[in-house]
């Protein structure tokens, strides 16, 4: 292991999220230097520096082992959250070192969990880095830096392979650079179209670039204390519906119907789980909502419920409603989307609808297996025969993924945290979801948490978005060796 390697790629990261503190500062800049603008600048020198630190005196290597690619993506993604704190911590206010980190973190993740208790007090400028830190966070830390890597080789096909899971690359069929370019393509684009339409629909250019790059990295930072319920507008929901709705599903997918290839989101078998799933989801909840007679009108019902349905399942986040006072059958349904989630490959986190399809195929054919013994049954996902390894591995994380979220729950109860609260921030944190149900709910946030539960949250979300096993092997030794 070359730990000179890793520390001169990981510092290539923190020269790109430099930039990101820099053009923040710009922006505060533009805003009459508001009260963000010294810290952001510094914040940014100082990340500029620690970047450029290990570039000067690390002589470039062209190749990297798999086991390299696994610590510089690893470490990319705790220095990100680490030197993200800066620009919380110089401003001060709210972020003590606990809250900066959650912040950064949760950021970073795309979680969109907050400990801020008004959102709206921060300038615009350190509004903007909690933006870009999410944005970056959904496409990828490694994914950005490889824009600016070109020369990198075939270290730079290590680095896109450890970055992507197994199931996000089963629907690419091109090179890395080209994989690289594919992602870009569609993140741009459809952050793009978020900002026009947001804004053609009454936001301000601020909160319509603000909420379009939260929507596309299914984050749900937004620059209102009450979310999307603050603009009230049938237009903006259902804009940021289908911002999240189309970033919840496999980039590759999307840029092959665009170009008209064939392997396209019609004909995938994931993707019409996933939005089927959705659109269940939301009539049961709206008709939930509606016979209990907490909307008026079946309309009103249908469109808060299939809002917060797409901003749950996508792991956004955004809320139009308090769901902690809905019925018991709603919150059931909004923890089963929690776990289940948007699609590999996307930029939402959770089991993923692509596993959670498998599980399903895998007791089915349990069930026939039974019935017919002698038979032999193999279990095919959009046309191709799933082979036994990759059935284990499926099975594998969703224990481990249920582990860790009861590990998690029974953590937090330790420290007298209700049950509720405990197990949905939990569930929050591990699948980058947000919001959850209790103290943390959609309309609130997790300051009143312990600091050691908000610590703990913050090993869940990071487990999530390294999808647990690329941080939890850094953790045994003879691994190094």
Known sequence: MRFN??????????????????????????????????????????????GAFPLIFVERKEQITNKEGYCIVVGAWLVACVVGMFPYLIWGGEFSLINAWFESVSGFTTT??????????????????????????????????????????????????????????DNYRYRTQMIVQILLVVYFGLTLASTLLLRLAGMNW??????????????????KNTSIA???????????????????????LIYATVTGKYNNIFRSEVTRFYLGMMLVCSLVVGLSLYFADIYPGLLTALRHAS???????????????????????AIIVLIFGSLVCACAGSTSGGIKANRMLLAFKMMRTRLRQQQHPNAVLRIKMDGVIQENEVLHLVSLFIVTYLAFLLAGTVFSTLFGVDLMTSFSASMASMGNVGPGFGQVGSMSNYAGLPAVVKFSNTFLMLLGRLEIFGLIQLFFIKWWR
């Open 206 to 223: 601020f909160d319509a670039l603000a909420h379009a790059m939260s929507a596309c990295a299914t984050s749900g930072f937004g620059t």
């Open 307 to 329: 809002f917060q349905v797409v901003s749950v399942v996508t792991t956004t986040g955004f809320a139009t409603a308090d769901s902690n006072v809905w019925t018991p059958l």
């Open 5 to 50: 390697v890793v520390m001169r790629y990981v510092g290539v990261a923190m020269l790109f999220i430099a930039a990101f503190m820099f053009l923040s500062a710009c922006i505060s800049y533009i805003n009459g230097r508001d009260s963000a603008y010294y810290p952001l600048l510094l914040s940014s020198l100082l990340t500029a520096l620690l």
């Open 112 to 169: 969109g969990s907050s400990i801020l208790t008004d959102v709206e007090a921060l300038p615009r400028g350190l509004m903007f880095w909690r933006m870009s830190s999410t944005w970056i966070g959904g496409m990828g830390v490694i994914m950005f830096a490889l824009v600016i890597l070109p020369s990198l080789g075939r270290s730079r096909m290590t680095l896109s392979n450890v970055e992507l899971s197994v199931m996000a690359k």
């Open 230 to 252: 603050y603009f009230d507008s049938a237009a903006i929901d259902t804009i940021l519906m289908f911002t999240m709705a189309v970033a919840g599903i496999h980039f590759g």
